[in-house]
């Protein structure tokens, strides 16, 4: 059955670096997302990508943050310099169509920033 | 704007005991609802959804019935089993708000002892 796999499954850096995490989204999917959980904390929508652009963003999603869609396949997270406060489980997301509101979730890259 | 709220957990629940797992929501239009189920160590996958009012999804032996006049959405289990171990978060995706990203709960974890 075909899935959407993340890699790192779980990364530590220093505050400050930048970071990028990686997904790759179901193939014939045109909608994609990031979401983060912060621990015990609820799971947050951060962005979304359609048609090689951001469709949404939320308020979290500030300018240390930004997607790329680089080669058709992988659909990547770069974290600019990171916070002490970004550590928190990454998901990405995909979906086929606009008509469902279902969305296919990876099982996260775990960040922790030190 | 949209909104989640679940019930508070840890749930702890014998083999075979009875669940339910509380979810109420805040939308601007008329969305749509999900509960998703994160089993230890993997992605977040679609439990069940409903669309419309009335309606109730179900799947491996859980329901949940979209009640609009009360604005909720919990999810239930007549014999939980300790395979049923996990963590579930209630979510709506909300077509006033372009249909396109789903709003979470906090997630509840559900513990099943035998």
């Known amino acids: 059955e075909p899935e959407v796999t993340q890699t790192p499954s779980h990364q530590v850096t220093q505050m400050g670096q930048e970071v990028i995490l990686r997904c790759v989204p179901i193939s014939n999917h045109l909608y994609f997302y990031w979401y983060r959980q912060i621990l015990g904390q609820k799971v947050e929508f951060l962005v979304s990508?359609?048609?090689?652009?951001?469709?949404?963003k939320s308020e979290i999603f500030d300018d240390q943050f930004s997607v790329e869609r680089p080669d058709g396949s992988n659909f990547t997270l770069k974290i600019r310099s990171t916070k002490l406060e970004d550590s928190a489980m990454y998901f990405c997301?995909?979906?086929?169509?606009?008509?469902?509101?279902?969305?296919?979730f990876g099982e996260g890259s775990r960040l922790t920033v030190l | 704007g949209d909104s989640v709220t679940q019930m508070e957990g840890p749930v702890t629940l014998s083999e075979e005991a009875f669940l339910t797992i509380n979810c109420t929501y805040t939308?601007?239009?008329?969305?749509?609802l999900f509960w998703y189920v994160q089993y230890p160590g993997e992605g977040l996958q679609l439990l069940l959804k409903a669309t419309k009012a009335d309606d109730k999804g179900s799947n491996k032996g859980f329901e949940a019935t979209y009640r609009k006049e009360t604005t909720s959405f919990h999810l239930e289990k007549g014999s939980v089993q300790v395979s049923d171990s996990a963590v579930y978060f209630c979510?709506?995706?909300?077509?006033?708000?372009?249909?396109?990203?789903?709003?979470f709960g906090t997630g509840t974890q559900l513990k099943v002892e035998l």
């Open positions: 997301a995909s979906k086929p169509g606009a008509t469902t509101g279902e969305l296919f």
């Open positions: 979510a709506l995706s909300d077509p006033a708000g372009g249909g396109n990203k789903l709003t």
């Open positions: 939308a601007t239009g008329y969305p749509s």
């Open positions: 990508f359609y048609n090689n652009e951001i469709s949404e």
